[in-house]
């Protein structure tokens, strides 16, 4: 039985930091693969058979740990209502607010951030050469087509939050960014963004607060901050 009947539902990429904000409480949390944000189409019902799974459990109250996600989450709802942040997707949350994530965008453009969560994942650039494209493409066509893809970034960014492994993170992204000639960033965050998430208050230009029954809209993430 979840403690206050609270339920979460994460996207494995930010695991870390909210296994972070709950370390000694016993809520009943759910993660999912990150390879989901490669079929979107599929994320909302993944989604919802572990919101279903939380209820049957007792959790009577849901977080979800995920933004818009090329619409990925639109449809979802909860008997008595979701809280989710007004983020498209989780650069915002690791980068501590959907504010801030617009303030290092313009600082920063054509930046790739990377955090302990996408390394974990092999969802940086060079693991998906390694792990995903030599396989199918041969090693130098896979790095021929990343270095394409990669073309408008300027920098990788080491999102460095607190949490996990932080040496190893910051030493592959810098890996990252030699294989691909690009410059090394390092920002500092944390998990403050997660656990105001979890416990509020939840102001109205960083969270979603929907009532029982209502559906996740794309409109809701359109706001200008």
Known sequence: MSVNGLGLVACDVVRSEFETALAGRDIIRRYLEYSLHSTPNLMGGKITEAMEDLKAQGAERVVLGYGLCSNGVVGLNFDSGLVMPRCHDCIAMLLGSPRRYYE??????????????????????????????????????????????????????????????????????????????????????????????????????????????????????????
């Open 104 to 225: 290092m965008f313009r600082k920063y453009p054509g930046t790739y951030f990377l955090t302990e969560g996408w390394i974990r994942n092999n969802a940086d650039p060079l693991s998906t050469v390694q792990v995903k494209y030599t396989p199918r493409l041969g090693e130098k066509k896979a790095l021929r087509g990343m270095t394409l893809e990669l073309a408008n970034y300027k920098a990788f960014c080491f999102v460095d939050n607190g949490v996990g492994d932080r040496e190893a993170v910051r030493e592959r992204t810098k890996e990252n960014c030699k294989v691909f000639n690009k410059e090394f960033i390092e920002l500092e965050s944390g998990i403050d963004y997660f656990t105001g998430l979890l416990d509020g208050p939840h102001s109205e230009d960083e969270f979603l607060v929907l009532s029982g029954g209502q559906k996740v809209q794309n409109e809701f993430f359109y706001q200008i901050i």
